[in-house]
């Protein structure tokens, strides 16, 4: 089978300015006590500096935390969103993959999603994570208290009550590579090797085309994930989709951590002039870009009031911040997505492009016989 020709792949990049109450959020979605949160700040210096941030395996842990409480199947039933069996070798915590690589692609969505290296075998047994995230980064804040909403290199958030840290700004960014979602690949040097999708429909007719529900909903239920602990709580965040799998809004969004609306549109429109965004081919907008941004009306409310002094009323920084966002919506024709299903749209989108792809690949090969 052939790989799938022209991909789109889901990207983002979130800025949270606000630990505390991303902290508190986690706690309501996982039911826990704030302290009991799973977040561990590290630090390393960087030009002489420190710099704060929460490593990836912190953030994927959370994430699959989410989809494995969330969405597991009735009893009896095959459980893709279930824990992958861990084993110790050689004094290292890894997953247990003594299955084929095949069974394990199937049957466990965390072992899909997230990869995995196996030691304890020779050659090792490795699989790229499917689900690509950065550090989650402090990129401004006031350094001067030496306290944060989580221990440094320990669990959960003590209270930040009083620290006034409520302006820190976090960046992280994640990358979908859908093209290799649910996909055997198995490639020598020469090129040669499977290249197989895996999450077939079983009970669907050999006349029938596939359906491929299994890898839409694995789609969707990362990005819901994405969207339930990283984006609900954040202050901005643009997701889009690119034609390579980098987090290209990344470096761009620096400045907009500011909360001013001039900063924000140039931000903005310094990330979006990007020749990765392909343009729609169809549609009533042919020029808009398949891109979401997404302002939390409370946060934006919060970013008014902080920029509100004598000289700039509140009503006067609100209009302002909404005539800029409006002239960015019609230069890019982008989607201001607020709280809405923008992973919903995402994943409808692909599964058509790859069912598309799979007839088309069908077709072919039948034609070829």
Not at 100 to 121: P, R
Not at 188 to 197: F, I
Not at 273 to 279: A, D, E, K, R
Not at 309 to 317: A, G, I, M, N
Request: net charge neutral.
């Amino acid at each position: 089978m052939t790989a799938m020709p022209h991909w789109l792949y889901p990207i983002g990049t979130i800025l949270i300015r606000n630990k505390e109450m991303w902290c508190k959020h986690l706690a309501n979605l996982f039911k826990v006590k704030p302290q009991e949160v799973p977040l561990h700040l590290q630090t390393l210096r960087q030009a002489g500096r420190p710099l704060r941030f929460i490593s990836k395996g912190n953030l994927r842990y959370l994430l699959w935390r989410y989809l494995r409480t969330r969405h597991a199947n009735p009893p009896g039933c095959p459980e893709p969103f279930a824990d992958a069996p861990v084993t110790r070798h050689r004094g290292t915590m890894q997953f247990q993959v003594n299955a084929s690589e095949e069974c394990l692609i199937i049957l466990c969505a965390e072992l899909d999603l997230f990869g995995y290296m196996y030691t304890a075998v020779d050659p090792p047994r490795t699989r790229k994570s499917v689900v690509g995230l950065t550090k989650m980064v402090k990129i401004g804040g006031d350094e001067r208290n030496g306290t944060d909403c989580w221990k440094a290199g320990g669990g959960g958030g003590g209270s930040a009550a009083g620290n006034k840290e409520g302006t820190d700004c976090w960046k992280v960014s994640f990358t979908i590579d859908v093209a290799r979602l649910g996909r055997l690949t198995d490639h020598d040097p020469s090129g040669q090797g499977r290249d197989e999708l895996l999450l077939k429909d079983k009970d669907q007719d050999q006349n029938q085309d596939q359906e491929f529900k299994e890898w839409k909903r694995r789609l969707q239920k990362v990005l819901e994930a994405i969207h339930k602990v990283l984006i609900e709580p954040c202050y901005l965040a643009v997701v889009g989709l690119a034609q390579v799998p980098v987090p290209i809004f990344d470096p761009f969004l620096n400045n907009a951590c500011a909360g001013e609306p001039a900063k924000i549109k140039t931000a903005l429109k310094e990330a979006l002039q990007n020749g990765w965004l392909p343009p729609q081919k169809t549609g009533s907008e042919k020029n808009s870009k398949q891109v979401w941004v997404i302002l939390s009306p409370d946060i934006v409310s919060e970013m008014v009031r902080e920029v509100t002094d004598s000289e700039h009323p509140q009503e006067q920084v609100k209009e302002d911040l909404q005539n800029e966002l409006g002239k960015i919506r019609k230069d890019f024709g982008i989607i201001f997505a607020g709280n809405s299903t923008w992973y919903e749209q995402i994943a409808n989108l692909l599964h058509q492009k790859l069912r598309e792809h799979e007839q088309a690949t069908t077709s072919q090969s039948a034609g070829n016989e």
